[in-house]
């Protein structure tokens, strides 16, 4: 540590200003802290909303169809109505498990903070292509879709014109439209599995509205081109997902976009020495968000990956409040329970539920998962030990849309203590997801 | 100082010394020779220095065991072994002495690590021991246990062979050696004048020239000479894992050779990550650097048996590099037989990076020796650079944010590279003039994301310092330009 710095006191340190970052500094004001800071790395508030200039953000937060930027100013204008303060182009560079933090700026220089509570509020970031190590040359041309997203959208230039793209992640469907709309030529969007990762909204949306094939069970085998992308051979795979020789099929483009998985940002977590969970690649919390270490929280992307922006707030409003219960020692202790995935269920959060005692008013609590395949007709079932305490109908599940349940107040002052599972019975499910 | 491209327009260049090749063993030679008296011109046909071999290897110093005892490969790598530390800190290059070990699996392997052991101490080398399992996992406790024994090498060591390289050129050139990027050599003669050598940017004229080409050496010797070279470029495959905050291993792991090479290794790197390669296949071209399915799948395989829990869920990128491989199997380094004023390093493979000094120091002197140059009487040291922004404490952050508030303004958020040292890079005396460029002398964008997030930043900079248009930066030289229009450009003009 430096030994020329004073940390500075704050109550609430909330990293990040995207969605969730904004979301829980707001429930965190709102609660009563006054001593709160925002610590931001970018220039400006709002995260990777900025660049998502499309449509469809909103729906259930505000029963209305927002742009990214538009939905973001909503929290942006509170802040500044709530007078918080915010650091934007402030790096945190360190954290500990302790609460200290160090952060560095253009402007300040190192800044030092000890936190009662911190928010992490980091995001995610894009899986690139080395970690698919995909054959073939390293030349230009090839791109994570939010890379392109931001070179488009935020700097008005444009990537390519002859576009492959590779996964069917929202941003690579987004994209697949957005470069369309430019002038460029999509000439098909590549997914390894059987079904598509994205929202079934955006394949309507942005490939079958502009005729772009969707080639599920296929991937790109190699990678052609010296200085720029010349083309890209994609073939079809198996059900292990390896290729099938004598099924390539040649795509001449100068750009290959990526929308192959999404990671939550948890270099600063682990740090901390935060417990983490395989299936989420985020902090494991309690159903107040609070990680293992006490008075560290996590929410928003960083904590699992979402698919709308609705519920990351929603969820950085609890994980706020919950640290401003925190900082200002109102927050109740008592028996909990884990909660485990169960066959057809991946990253399950929060993954430790408080057992509220038998005379609290206590709130319900959301679970949220995703199902491992695409399941029809399928039963969601929450056992507490061996018993069965809930039993939900769904008539599909897929990977690609987050599902939840709300576990009532009465059913979880009903609870043994014992291990909660999550799990998905079904007679017909496409199951591929076993990674 | 750098010649940049407006410096050689197709003109005649006359120079005292021509060095072909900015590799290591290029830059090692040009920084020794800008030591004499002497106009000296250093040309790459790569967008930058350290493109070939010396950007995609193994970043190992090795020990000297594994060169046969009498050979320029072992006398060079003992030699060159024993003045790596030194060199590095005099150029401000990475180094680190990790040590290594050859694993033997099996009482066969047993008795090839006794051999290496045995000719290690015939080459001179140092530090090496036979140890047994027990010691062995007591070392490296993530080594499969079914190892027999070892082959411990204490002076084995890590660099990291482009940014030796870039150190090298720096120092050459502040003092005085110009630099020719984008210019192949592709047709040598020599006559009264000296050597002519012609490249697509024009013809240049030395008195003595040094062939230092890499893959390209033979071909270039084979011009000159009729005793000829055959290299046969031998491509490598690699894994890259990302740093974690327990190493899976501190010290280099070899399997026992093989005809082809040192086999598969396991290796931290002097940036803390882990390196899994390479693979070893013949090829006929000497510049594709593409990487295949089947050699990763090698790579896996084989490094499963040093690593049996081997997981390569933080790889962060795969990548290949060329050696470029002599039919005789050694180093060819001195004059060239029957041609005067012609020097050359020829089949410079494994172990040349931890030899480039010894051979750059051998054949200047030599150099010097024959043709009577006469040391300056200033040479300048290597240019200063600041301990990288990752490695420094808070104090040293605080420090250098008080020279530099570019400091403060993180750009690779992975590897936590600043603004002031992506400007830095970009002025170098050899600056960086792509993205790939900026990376490798930055480590921006080598990270987690891959330069996802940081990219964009980079190339705004990239664009400021070189006054050039956003749509000009490339991603490393050539035609390889990261964007192909301007947006609102496109609407002014109506096609949009």
Redesign the interface.
């Known amino acids: 540590?430096?030994?020329?710095?004073q940390p500075q006191a704050v109550d609430v340190l909330v990293i990040g200003a995207g969605p969730a970052g904004l979301a829980a500094a707001i429930a965190a004001r709102e609660a009563g802290v006054t001593n709160l800071l925002v610590l931001e790395?970018e220039p400006e508030m709002g995260g990777i909303l900025k660049q998502c200039i499309h449509n469809g953000f909103g729906l259930h937060r505000f029963q209305e169809e927002l742009t990214g930027p538009e939905y973001a100013q909503r929290d942006i204008e509170r802040v500044k109505a709530l007078q918080i303060d915010v650091r934007c182009?402030t790096?945190v560079?360190n954290i500990t498990k302790d609460r200290l933090v160090?952060a560095?700026?253009?402007?300040?220089?190192?800044q030092?903070f000890q936190a009662r509570a911190v928010v992490l509020a980091m995001g995610c970031?894009?899986r690139?292509?080395?970690?698919l190590?995909i054959?073939?040359?390293?030349?230009?041309g090839i791109?994570?879709a939010?890379?392109a997203q931001?070179?488009?959208n935020l700097?008005?230039?444009?990537?390519?014109?002859r576009v492959v793209i590779l996964g069917s992640g929202d941003i690579g469907l987004i994209m697949a439209r957005r470069m369309t709309l430019?002038?460029a030529k999509v000439l098909a969007c590549v997914e390894i599995m059987p079904f598509s990762s994205g929202l079934n909204r955006n394949i309507v949306q942005c490939l079958n509205d502009y005729d772009i094939p969707l080639l599920l069970n296929h991937t790109v085998?190699d990678?052609?081109g010296?200085?720029?992308l010349e083309g890209v051979t994609v073939a079809q795979v198996d059900a292990k997902r390896e290729?099938i020789p004598g099924t390539e099929t040649h795509f001449a483009c100068?750009t290959l976009l990526l929308s192959v998985g999404l990671?939550p940002e948890n270099?600063l977590t682990?740090q901390a020495d935060v417990e983490m969970s395989a299936a989420t690649q985020g902090a494991v919390v309690d159903d107040a968000l609070q990680t293992s270490q006490p008075g560290i929280f996590a929410c928003g992307n960083v904590l699992h990956v979402h698919d709308l922006v609705d519920f990351v707030s929603a969820e950085s409003f609890k994980a706020g409040k919950a640290a401003a219960e925190y900082a200002l020692g109102s927050r109740a202790d008592g028996r909990t329970a884990a909660v485990l995935d169960g066959e057809g269920v991946r990253g399950a959060v929060p993954q430790r539920i408080r057992i509220p005692d038998p005379a609290e008013t206590a709130s319900p609590i959301q679970l949220m998962f995703r199902p491992s395949c695409v399941f029809e007709n399928a039963v969601i079932r929450v056992l507490d030990g061996d018993r069965e305490v809930l039993r939900i109908k769904r008539r599909i599940l897929a990977p690609g849309e987050m599902a939840d349940l709300t576990l009532k107040p009465e059913l979880l002052r009903a609870l043994s203590g014992q291990a909660l599972t999550v799990r998905i019975d079904a007679s017909e499910g496409v199951c591929a997801w076993n990674s | 100082m750098t010649t940049r491209d407006s410096a050689f327009g197709g003109i005649n260049l006359v120079q005292d010394i021509l060095i072909i090749g900015g590799g290591v063993i290029g830059c090692a030679v040009a920084r020794e020779l800008s030591a004499y008296q002497a106009t000296v011109t250093l040309i790459e046909r790569g967008a930058d220095i350290a493109e070939g071999a010396s950007k995609a290897n193994s970043g190992i110093v090795h020990a000297g065991f594994d060169a046969h005892p009498g050979s320029a490969k072992a006398r060079f790598n003992v030699e060159g072994n024993r003045m790596f530390e030194a060199y590095c800190q005099a150029v401000n290059a990475p180094y680190v002495r990790s040590g290594a070990m050859v694993l033997a699996f099996d009482e066969q392997q047993r008795l090839t690590v006794e051999k290496l052991y045995r000719q290690g101490l015939t080459n001179g080398v140092e530090g090496l021991s036979v140890i047994e399992r027990e010691q062995v996992l007591a070392l490296e406790p993530n080594v499969n246990p079914e190892v027999v024994c070892a082959l411990l090498a204490e002076t084995s060591g890590l660099t990291s062979p482009y940014e030796l390289t870039f150190a090298l050129a720096d120092h050459a050139a502040v003092n005085g050696v110009a630099f020719l990027l984008d210019t192949e050599a592709t047709e040598i003669r020599k006559d009264d004048d000296g050597f002519h050598v012609r490249t697509p940017r024009g013809e240049l004229t030395a008195k003595i020239l040094v062939n230092c080409a890499g893959v390209r050496s033979a071909v270039l010797h084979n011009q000159l000479s009729d005793r000829t070279y055959n290299i046969t470029p031998r491509k490598g495959e690699y894994?890259?894992l990302d740093h974690e905050?327990k190493p899976v291993f501190s010290r280099t792991m070899f399997q026992t050779p093989t005809p082809m090479g040192k086999g598969v290794l396991v290796s931290p790197t002097a940036h803390k990550t882990l390196l899994l390669g390479p693979s070893a296949q013949d090829t006929d071209n000497d510049?594709d650097?593409?990487?295949?399915?089947a050699a990763?799948r090698l790579v896996r395989d084989k490094a499963a048996l040093t690593w049996p829990r081997e997981s390569?869920r933080t790889?962060?990128?795969?990548?290949a590099g060329i050696r470029a491989h002599e039919a005789g199997d050694d180093f060819i380094v001195g004059a060239t037989e029957n041609v005067p004023g012609s020097y050359e390093a020829i089949g410079i493979e494994s172990p040349g990076l931890t030899a480039a000094p010894a051979i750059a120091r051998a054949l200047c002197e030599q150099i010097a020796r024959e043709n009577g140059l006469t040391l300056k009487p200033e040479w300048k040291p290597a240019p200063i650079r600041n301990k990288p922004f990752a490695e420094m404490?808070?104090?040293e952050?605080?420090a250098a944010?008080?020279q530099n508030?570019?400091?403060?303004?993180?750009i690779c958020?992975?590897e936590?590279v600043t603004?002031a040292e992506i400007r830095a890079a970009i002025r170098r005396p050899v600056g960086a003039r792509s993205i790939d460029a900026v990376k490798r002398r930055t480590r921006a964008g080598m990270g987690?994301?891959?330069?996802?997030?940081c990219?964009?930043r980079v190339l705004?900079i990239l664009s400021e310092e070189l006054a050039i248009p956003?749509?000009e930066v490339?991603?490393?030289?050539?035609?390889?330009?990261?964007?192909?229009?301007?947006?609102?450009e496109?609407f002014r003009k109506g096609?949009?």
Do not use: H, W
């Open positions: 540590m430096a030994n020329g710095l790395r182009a790096t560079l160090t560095i700026s253009r402007e300040r220089g190192m030092l970031r894009e690139p292509r080395g970690a190590a054959p073939g040359t390293r030349c230009a791109y994570s939010g890379t931001k070179f488009v700097e008005g230039y444009m990537p390519g014109k430019q002038g085998v990678i052609q010296r200085d720029r290729p100068d990671i270099e682990r | 894994y890259l905050m510049t650097v593409s990487t295949t399915a990763l390569l790889v962060v990128t795969t990548f404490n808070a104090d952050r605080q944010y008080e508030p570019e400091y403060g303004n993180i958020r992975c936590q603004e987690r994301c891959q330069g996802g997030f990219s964009p705004e956003p749509t490339t991603k490393c030289g050539g035609d390889s330009r990261m964007l192909i229009g301007s947006i609102a496109a096609d949009a």
